[in-house]
């Protein structure tokens, strides 16, 4: 009789637990911020406090995806299927696919319902950069991205040269290094060509009005234009020349890979990359003391929004949820142990970096200060292009590097790529 009366009062228990769990509102969400990746403390820590705040009511299911690359394809997979998770890093035209589909959501509604989180969590800057031309807002991001160049200080040292101050300065001191034996640029192909687009955009936009303008422009009518060209040749040189001999096809981990073991004196990257530089299970020992930080040539600097996140939630009650997860990802607690995590800038005006954490942080403060200082400003490929224009990036980088295909042929080819995107 006692074990009949102990297995009826587990059963009961497990009951109660299922009516429990059927009570909470499931919320969907994939994430590629695992591992090894640099957000990866971040991201577990966000999703910690999120249960905290909100486990009694909702559930969080978290589908883990080893790298962004695959967190991209299996989303775009999902999109036709219209079975995307309820919040989604817009990354690499996923944003605008979801838009397409009728998948995402406008947030106006709950920015305008919580006008301190719109206007001084998020900033009037950063909610201007992802409002579309209807007016409404379908995502959100926490993070300011604002890129210049890491250097090695000890090759620019052998080399006997400094941050160039001109673009032919920069070629120079790239000349400077191959006499050294040292690879000058850190550069790819593979992905969404990353560093080589940031080195590509600086360039655009260091060939005056014209070319801020292209490279501030989202979709711009045309690529063949002779700012684009002229640096599509530079690049060209860049790729025969400077560039590293994995460069062609090579992913992001592979470039960061060869400026952590000091095989090339350049990266153009941003902050978040300062942590990797003190990793010893990734740099060279020592490496940290051996980096410095320079603008562009002509005090340039890539500054954007990205994406961010948007919500793709199916009903007002998933909604809502995926709301107040969006909200946590984006607060001032997040951006604020991103920054302490990750080196990640916050988007938020109202938030101040500590005269400490700049001191203690010399990389990070003379990136920071860079956003004051840079004299021209433009936006990455990522942002501003097709998706299909940014793939085709890393299909004709290798011809462009053969010689197979010119500059102008590419511009046009970046053309024919945003023409079939429309």
């Known amino acids: 009789m006692k074990r009949l009366v102990a297995l009826l009062v587990s059963l009961m228990l497990v009951m109660t637990v299922m009516v429990a769990s059927a009570d909470k509102i499931q919320i969907r969400y994939a994430t590629y911020e695992v591992g090894t990746h640099l957000s990866a403390p971040a991201e577990t820590y966000m999703?910690?406090?999120?249960?905290?705040?909100?486990?009694?009511?909702?559930?969080?299911?978290?589908?883990?995806?080893?790298?962004?690359?695959?967190?991209?394809?299996?989303?775009?997979?999902?999109?036709?299927?219209?079975?995307?998770?309820?919040?989604?890093?817009?990354?690499?035209?996923?944003?605008?696919?979801?838009?397409?589909?009728?998948?995402?959501?406008?947030?106006?509604?709950?920015?305008d319902a919580d006008p301190d989180f719109r206007d001084n969590v998020i900033g009037p800057e950063a909610i201007a950069a992802n409002t579309s031309e209807d007016g409404k807002i379908y995502s959100v991001v926490p993070d300011l991205m604002a890129i210049g160049y890491f250097y090695n200080k000890t090759m620019f040292e052998q080399a006997g040269i400094k941050p160039a101050e001109t673009w032919e300065e920069f070629w120079t001191n790239c000349d400077a290094l191959l006499n050294i034996g040292v690879y000058p640029l850190t550069l790819m192909t593979g992905e969404n060509s990353w560093t080589t687009n940031l080195l590509l955009a600086a360039m655009i936009g260091g060939k005056g009005e014209a070319g801020v303008k292209l490279m501030n422009t989202k979709y711009p009518e045309t690529y063949q234009t002779p700012e684009m060209i002229e640096a599509l040749g530079e690049i060209q040189v860049a790729l025969q020349k400077y560039a590293t001999p994995d460069a062609l096809g090579a992913a992001y981990a592979n470039a960061a890979n060869n400026f952590l073991t000091e095989q090339s004196a350049?990266?153009?990257?941003?902050?978040?990359?300062?942590?990797?530089?003190?990793?010893?299970?990734?740099?060279?020992?020592?490496?940290?003391?051996?980096?410095?930080?320079?603008?562009?040539?002509?005090?340039?600097?890539?500054?954007?929004?990205?994406?961010?996140?948007?919500?793709?939630?199916?009903?007002?009650?998933?909604?809502?949820?995926?709301?107040?997860?969006?909200?946590?990802?984006?607060?001032?607690?997040l951006q604020e142990k991103r920054l302490e995590l990750a080196g990640?800038?916050?988007?938020?005006p109202t938030l101040e970096i500590s005269q400490e954490y700049l001191d203690q942080n010399p990389l990070f403060a003379a990136n920071a200060a860079g956003v004051a200082e840079a004299d021209y400003a433009v936006q990455t490929f990522d942002v501003t292009?097709?998706?299909?224009?940014?793939?085709?990036?890393?299909?004709?980088?290798?011809e462009l590097a053969a010689g197979t295909l010119d500059a102008a042929g590419m511009a046009a080819k970046l053309d024919e790529a945003a023409a079939a995107a429309k």
């Open 47 to 111: 999703l910690e406090r999120f249960n905290e705040l909100y486990g009694d009511q909702y559930e969080l299911i978290v589908e883990e995806l080893p790298t962004d690359t695959e967190y991209t394809n299996k989303m775009k997979t999902l999109v036709t299927a219209k079975e995307l998770p309820y919040v989604i890093d817009g990354k690499n035209g996923l944003r605008d696919l979801a838009i397409k589909n009728g998948l995402c959501v406008d947030l106006k509604p709950f920015l």
């Open 385 to 398: 292009a097709y998706a299909s224009v940014v793939d085709a990036f890393s299909v004709y980088y290798p």
């Open 266 to 333: 350049i990266i153009f990257n941003g902050s978040w990359m300062i942590e990797s530089f003190s990793n010893q299970e990734l740099a060279n020992e020592g490496l940290a003391d051996r980096i410095g930080f320079a603008l562009y040539p002509g005090k340039g600097m890539v500054k954007t929004y990205a994406e961010g996140y948007s919500i793709c939630a199916p009903t007002p009650e998933t909604q809502q949820g995926a709301w107040e997860l969006l909200k946590l990802k984006c607060s001032k607690e």
């Open 344 to 348: 990640n800038l916050p988007v938020s």
